[in-house]
């Protein structure tokens, strides 16, 4: 049987941080307490102290640097199709005046 994946909310993981910043225990000691695997504690330790309070978005909240490269790459599919269109329109112009 697959394992189940088990999600946790934002309040949750920014109290899991706050205990290991605050207690004097062992990331691991929490990791244990708490239920849950020392490398996901670590990895929201990691996450929270590289973003701070807009740690945690959650899923279909995008940070602003994940929407500007998703609208960047949008635009960037658009202009290669209109590039793609001028090029197949030159041929056929420029082969009509042959």
Request: glycine fraction near 8%; avoid cysteine; aromatic fraction near 4%.
């Given at each position: 049987m697959a394992k189940q994946l088990r999600t946790f909310t934002k309040e949750f993981k920014l109290e899991a941080v706050q205990l290991v910043q605050k207690s004097g225990k062992?990331?691991?000691?929490?990791?244990?307490?708490?239920?849950?695997?020392?490398?996901?504690?670590?990895?929201?330790c990691k996450e929270f102290?590289?973003?701070?309070?807009?740690?945690?978005?959650?899923?279909?909240?995008?940070?602003?640097?994940?929407?500007?490269?998703?609208?960047l790459k949008r635009e960037l599919e658009v202009t290669r199709q209109e590039r793609a269109i001028l090029k197949?329109?030159?041929a056929i112009f420029s082969r009509s005046q042959l």
């Open positions: 062992s990331q691991a000691h929490i990791a244990r307490d708490l239920g849950i695997a020392d490398s996901t504690l670590h990895h929201w102290a590289e973003a701070g309070a807009q740690a945690f978005p959650g899923s279909g909240h995008p940070t602003t640097q994940e929407e500007e490269v998703r609208r197949k329109a030159l």
